[in-house]
């Protein structure tokens, strides 16, 4: 699971500052990226295999 914090308010690099910013301080979603960060992490630990690597899908022969 990705957050996207860029929406289609935050065009211009004040207001997009301004907007990262009110995401960065808030609770929730600052939350929801620390475990979605310990997920990957134990994931990692797990297996030693990058959480980029694991989504790439496998090639299949026929």
């Known amino acids: ?3 996207t914090v ?3 308010k935050c065009v211009d690099a004040e207001k997009l ?3 990262l910013t009110a ?3 808030d609770p929730a979603f600052y939350e929801e990226c620390k ?3 310990l997920k990957e992490r134990e994931e ?3 297996t030693g295999i990058p959480a980029k690597k694991r989504l790439q899908k496998l090639p299949t022969s026929m």
């Open 23 to 25: 995401h960065y301080n």
């Open 44 to 46: 990692f630990r797990k």
């Open 35 to 37: 475990m979605e960060y």
């Open 6 to 8: 860029v929406n289609h």
């Open 17 to 19: 500052k301004e907007c």
């Open 1 to 3: 699971m990705a957050v």
